[in-house]
C-alpha cells in the first residue's frame, strides 16, 4: 500500500484552484466589458495629426464643459463600419464626437467618411499609435465617454451599436446632463 504524502494533493488543488478562477471570470456582469485605468481620471494627453476635413482638438476642448465622446476608428476596420450609424445618430442629437483615426493611410480614412458621413465634430489622424497607446486603447473601434472636466466618465470597448448606446451609454449620458 503506497503511503500518502502532501505532493499528492498539489495536482487536483491546483487544478480546482485554476478551475475556479475561469469560473470566476465567466460570470462577470459583461464579460466584454474591458477595464479601463483611465476611469474617474484625467483624459490622456491629446496627440495626434490633422486630417482633411477636420478641425483638430485638443486638450483644452476635453475640458470645455460639455459631454462628448472620443472615438478611436479606423477605415480598415470593420467593426468600424458596423457602429458608424451610432456615431451618426449621436451627431443627429448634438452630442460632440470627436474621432481619432488609427494608424490608417490618410486618403482611406476620407474617403471612409465621404462614402459613410462625417460623424466627427473634431478629430485628427493618430498615426504612429502614440496617442492610443497612451489611452489605453485595445484595438479599434473603442470610444471614451469624457465629462466636462475632462474625466474619463465610461470606455467602451468594440463597436458602439445601438444596444451598446441604450443599455449602457445612454445612462451615463443621461446622467452627466
Request: proline share 8%.
Amino acid at each position: 500500500m503506497a503511503k500518502f504524502s502532501p505532493l499528492m494533493i498539489a495536482p487536483p488543488a491546483i487544478f480546482i484552484a485554476i478551475a475556479g478562477l475561469f469560473l470566476a471570470g465567466m460570470h462577470r456582469d459583461n464579460p466584454d466589458d474591458l477595464p479601463s485605468a483611465y476611469e474617474g481620471r484625467d483624459a490622456p494627453e491629446v496627440q495626434m495629426v490633422g486630417l482633411e476635413g477636420l478641425d483638430e482638438f485638443s486638450d483644452a476642448d476635453l475640458r470645455d464643459g460639455e459631454l462628448k465622446l472620443v472615438n478611436f476608428w479606423a477605415s480598415w476596420c470593420g467593426p468600424c463600419r458596423a457602429e458608424h450609424p451610432t456615431l451618426m445618430q449621436l451627431q443627429s442629437e448634438g452630442i460632440p464626437v470627436y474621432g481619432v483615426n488609427y494608424k490608417d493611410q490618410p486618403g482611406n480614412a476620407v474617403d471612409f467618411l465621404e462614402e459613410l458621413g462625417n460623424p466627427f465634430a473634431k478629430g485628427g489622424a493618430d498615426e504612429n499609435g502614440k496617442m492610443a497607446l497612451n489611452w489605453g486603447v485595445y484595438g479599434v473601434p473603442e470610444t471614451y465617454v469624457i465629462d466636462g472636466d475632462g474625466k474619463v466618465v465610461m470606455r467602451i470597448a468594440g463597436p458602439l451599436v445601438q444596444r451598446e448606446l441604450n443599455e449602457r451609454v445612454r445612462p451615463v449620458l443621461d446622467a452627466q446632463n
